[in-house]
């Protein structure tokens, strides 16, 4: 049984920085690639960023690009989400999901989430 656990949320002012974390449990993890998405208060929830098991090619929604990173360490099975410059309109859960695209439906084992809360 797949199990992805999200932690590192919180609430930080605007220009700030968090780190999310996803530690994944029942898979072989590095042969998979992962991803975020995150879900602000009323609207769907969308992609962030993914990345690749293989090379670790990695692919970001264009609102984060140059803010946001995605990275992986295969012995620690986690994945991570570097987040700078942090704004109000980051504001959302952010779940970790297995799988790589843009598209939810490309995904087939997600985590609980974890609050981020930016403060303008």
Excluded: H
Aim: net charge positive.
């Amino acid at each position: 049984q797949v199990q992805l656990v999200e932690s590192g949320g919180g609430l930080v002012q605007a220009g700030g920085s968090l780190k999310l974390s996803c530690v994944a449990s029942g898979l072989a993890f590095s042969s998979y690639d992962m991803g975020w998405f995150r879900q602000a208060p009323g609207k769907e929830r969308a992609f962030v960023a993914a990345i690749l098991s293989t090379g670790g090619s990695t692919i970001m929604t264009d609102s984060v690009k140059g803010r946001f990173t995605i990275s992986r360490d295969d012995a620690k099975n986690t994945v991570y989400l570097q987040m700078n410059n942090l704004k109000p309109e980051d504001t959302a859960v952010y779940y970790c999901a297995r799988g790589f695209g843009t598209r939810r439906a490309s995904y087939d084992s997600w985590g609980q989430g974890t609050q981020v809360t930016v403060s303008s």
